[in-house]
C-alpha cells in the first residue's frame, strides 16, 4: 500500500509533540519499549507477529500535505509543529524480536531509540499492529501444535473487519498454518490460498448431485466437496459415485464432528476412496482441535476462534519510555509509579536462556546492561532499523520456520491447553533489576 | 481509498463462480441475506454499523489488471471467468438497515438481489465489515446508555488492527459516542478527535511542574492534566497551582476509580477549581461505567473492551442464500438442512411493531411477503442500492441521531447488563413462518 501511515495515530501524540517542540525536550534522547505485562490468563506463551507489518508502517509513516491540512485546518497542531512534521523521517534505531519468535511477561519485544519526538508518534500505529498480529498468532500456535502433523487453513476473514483479516491470515501462516482462504492475503504477502464451495453452491442448482457434478467439471477430480447441505451419507455415496476414489476430500462443516469424522470415513472406505481425506470446518479453536486428535481427520479449517484470538483478541502490548536523556545528556531509566501498572525503568536487553540439550529455561531480561550468554542462550533481539534504514525484514516462509523452530525449544507442557503459568520465567539481572514484578519461580 | 477491494474475498467465492459460470447457474436471480442467528450470549440487543463502509467497499469493488493477472497467475480462475471479472459491477439491489438500527435474532439486516454470480462475490467483504463495525457499535450502545449524559471517549486504536481502528471510532460514534482519539477516523468520517498527554510526557521532563507547565503553555488551561505518574494528590495541587481553577479536566488512569474521583473531586472543589472536570480511563468496559455512576466523574475514556466488542469482537452475521430463480424463472426459497445452525427460506421484510406509545414490542419478519403495518410499526429495510446505484448513504451524524431515537424505543430493561433474553422477541409471519425458529415469547 503506497497510503500515509501516519494519522493512524492517537491525537495526543501530537499534542505531545508540540509542547515538547515548545519546550525543547521534544529532541531529549530516548528508549521506548514494547512489552506486555502478563500473557493472556492462563496462556502459557504469546508468539510475535506483524514486525514486518510494522517495518512497513514505519516506511509509509510520512506527514503528507493533506494529512498536514487536516492537522492544522483543525487546530490539533500549530504552525511550527506542521513544519516539523512535514520533514518527519525516522531516523533512530529499532531493534526486536522477529516475527515468529515466543515471547513472556516483560520480553522487550521492540525496544525504539531516538529523540522523544520521533519515537512517540510511532506509539499508536506500532501498538496496533503488534497487538492484534500476536494475538492471531498467538492463539493460531496453540492450534498447529495440537493439529500435529495436519494441516490448518485459515478461513476467518468474514468474522473480522476486513483489513484486520488479511493480516491474520499471516499472522496465522506465521504460526504455522498451512493455507488460507484470504485472496488479498495470499496476492499481498505471498502466501498459499485455497477453497472451493459453501452451501449456497448446492443450493443454488437443482440438485446436490448438479453441484457436486459442476464443482469437479471446473476443478478436477482432486477437489473438495461440501458433504453437510442435506444428508451427509447421501451425498458422500452421490460424490463417490461422480469421481470414483480419486475424490480430493470431503468437507464437514456441522454436526458432531468426531462420530461424523468416523462415520464418513468408514462410509469412503467402504466405497473405495480410501485416499480422500475429510477436512472439518465448523466453528473449530484449539480445544476442539485437540479433541479431534484421535478422529480420522484430515485437516482443520478455522475461523472465527482465530481471528479473535481465541477469547483474547489483543495481546496486552504497552509502549512506554523508559529510560530518556536528562539535562547533562545522561539517559535517565524513567517509569510510572503506579502499584496497578508495572513497569520497570532501564534500556532492556534479552536472551533465551537453554539448557544445554536446547530447552527454554527463562526469558533472562538485562536491564541497563546486556545479560551474559552462558553459551547456551539464544539472542532475542534483532536490528530492525538503524539509523532510520530497515535493516530486519523477514519473509513469511522464515517466520514460520523460525517459529517452529523456536516452539521446539519450549519445555513440553507448554502446549498444554489448561490453564497455567507461563512456560518459562521471566528473570531480571543488572541494574534496576530489584524492580523485578514477575517474582521468579521454580519449574520441575 | 481508492484501492480495490475485490480481493478481500474468499478464494472459494471465486471457484464457485467459475463453476457457475461453466454450467450457466451464475445468472440465476438470487437473493442473499445477512443476519445473526442470535445475539452474544446474554446481551439484549445488537446494533448495526458499518452499512456505509459496505457501501463503499461496493463502489471500490472492481477486479483491475493486478488483481486479475494474481488471479489468473495462481491459477484460481480460467481466462473466461477473468473476462467476467474484468467487466464486474454490481447491478443488483440491496436493503438494509441503517447504520444506527438495532437489531435482533433473525433480523434480515442486509437483503441482496441480484444473480449469484455478482452477489456471491460480496459475501466476504460485506461479512468483515457487518461483524466487526456492529460488535464495536453493540458494546459501545451498552457504554453510551450507562453514561449518561457524561461523554464517552473512544480510545482504543492501539489495541486492535490499525484499520479496524479507524472503523471502531466510527462505529463507537455511531452508538453515542462524543470523540474519537484516532485522527485518520476524524479525516476520513469528519467526526471530532479529542486527546492531551500520555504519561511519557510527566517522565520525559525533569519534573511533573515541567510538564504541565508545558502543556499548559502549548495548550492552555482548558486542557486536561494527566494526574496520576506519581502522587495524585500532589500533582493536583501542582496543577491548580499552575492554572488555577481555570484548568479543563484532570485525568485518572489508574487506581481505585470511585474512591480516587471522590477524593480527587473534594481536593478540586477545596482549592476553588469547581469547575474542573475529572475524566477516568483505566480499562474501563459498561459494567465500571455502570458502576461509575455515582461517583464524581464527568467522562469515561474506553479503549480495549471498546475495540474488542466487550468480550464479543464479532458479530455472528452470516450471509446465506435464502432464494433463487429455478429452471422455469419461478424464486424458490432454500436453506441448509441443519439441526446446528438453522436458516429460513425465502426473501423476508422487516417491521419494529410498536405500541401505541412507541414502545418496540416485536421484531416483526415477513417470509416471502412484506409484513402489514399495524399503524404504529416502523419499517427497518431501507434501500440501499438500486440497479446498482447506491442511493443510501447516511453521515456519521445521522447515523448517531438514528441510534439514539431508535433506542429509545426500546423497552427500559433493554439497558440492564445482567445476562437476559433479547428486548424484544424476533416473529415471523407469512410463508415459511411455521419454520420459525425463534420461538415467540411473551414479555410482561
Redesign the interface.
Known amino acids: ?1 503506497n ?1 500515509s ?1 501516519a ?10 509533540l ?3 517542540l ?2 525543547g ?1 521534544a529532541q ?1 534522547r ?1 528508549v ?1 519499549e514494547l512489552f506486555a505485562r502478563r500473557l493472556p490468563d492462563g496462556r502459557r506463551y504469546g508468539v510475535v507477529a506483524g514486525v514486518n507489518r510494522l517495518l512497513d ?1 514505519l516506511e509509509q509513516f510520512r506527514f503528507d500535505e493533506r ?1 498536514i491540512a ?2 492544522a485546518d ?1 487546530g ?1 497542531v500549530d504552525q511550527v509543529t506542521s513544519d516539523w512534521l512535514a520533514n518527519y523521517r525516522f531516523s533512530g534505531d529499532i531493534s526486536g524480536y522477529a516475527d515468529g519468535e515466543i515471547f513472556f511477561p516483560g520480553s522487550p519485544v521492540l525496544v525504539v531509540e531516538s529523540s ?1 519526538a520521533e519515537a ?1 508518534l510511532l ?3 506500532f ?3 503488534l ?3 500476536s494475538a492471531v498468532a498467538s492463539a493460531a500456535s496453540r492450534m498447529t501444535w495440537w493439529a500435529g502433523g495436519r494441516p490448518c487453513i485459515e ?1 476467518g ?11 491474520s491470515a499471516l499472522a496465522a501462516y506465521i504460526a504455522g498454518f498451512a493455507t488460507t ?4 492475503a ?2 499481498r504477502f505471498g502466501i498459499p ?9 448446492t ?4 440438485t446436490e448431485r ?1 453441484a457436486f457434478t ?2 469437479v ?3 478436477g477430480k482432486r477437489t473438495t466437496l461440501l458433504v ?4 451427509v451419507a447421501e451425498a458422500v455415496r452421490t460424490a463417490i459415485d461422480i469421481t470414483g476414489p480419486e475424490l480430493g476430500a470431503v468437507r464437514l ?3 458432531d464432528l468426531p462420530s461424523l469424522a468416523g462415520q464418513v470415513r468408514e462410509q469412503l472406505d467402504s466405497l473405495g476412496a480410501t485416499k480422500t481425506r475429510i477436512i472439518v470446518t ?1 466453528d473449530l479453536d484449539e480445544f476442539q482441535i485437540a479433541a479431534l486428535a484421535p478422529a480420522p481427520v484430515d485437516g482443520y479449517g478455522v475461523g ?1 476462534s482465530l ?2 484470538g481465541s477469547g483474547y ?2 495481546c496486552g502490548f504497552v ?3 523508559v529510560a ?1 536523556e ?2 547533562s545528556g545522561e539517559l535517565l531509566p ?8 508495572i513497569s520497570i525503568g532501564g534500556r532492556k536487553w534479552a536472551l533465551r536462556r537453554r539448557t544445554t540439550a536446547g530447552v527454554a529455561e527463562a526469558e533472562l531480561i538485562g536491564v541497563g546492561s546486556r545479560p551474559e550468554d552462558d553459551g547456551d542462550d539464544r539472542e532475542l533481539l534483532r536490528p530492525l532499523v538503524k539509523g532510520g534504514e530497515i535493516v530486519g525484514r523477514t519473509t513469511p516462509a522464515e517466520s514460520q520456520a523460525h517459529h517452529l523452530k523456536v516452539r521446539d525449544e519450549l519445555p513440553r507442557f507448554a502446549s498444554q491447553l489448561s490453564r497455567g503459568e507461563p512456560a518459562i520465567p521471566t528473570q531480571y539481572v543488572g541494574d534496576y533489576a530489584a524492580q523485578n514484578p514477575f517474582a521468579p519461580r521454580s519449574h520441575t
Chains 1, 2 share one sequence.
Open positions: 500500500m497510503t501511515t494519522l493512524l495515530t492517537d491525537h495526543y501524540e501530537l499534542t505531545m508540540q509542547a515538547s515548545a519546550d525536550t531529549r530516548s521506548f508502517a494529512a487536516f492537522l483543525r490539533v522523544f512517540v506509539e499508536t500505529v501498538l496496533s499492529i497487538n492484534h498480529d478461513m476473514s468474514r468474522r473480522t473487519h476486513e483489513e484486520a483479516a488479511v493480516a482462504s484470504n485472496l488479498e495470499a496476492r490460498s485455497a477453497g472451493t464451495a459453501a452451501h449456497s453452491f443450493l443454488l442448482h437443482d448438479d459442476s464443482q467439471d471446473a476443478l453437510d447441505t442435506y444428508d462443516d456441522s454436526g465448523s472465527t481471528v479473535t483478541p489483543t509502549y512506554k519510555l530518556r536528562d539535562a524513567v517509569a510510572k509509579k503506579s502499584v496497578d501498572k
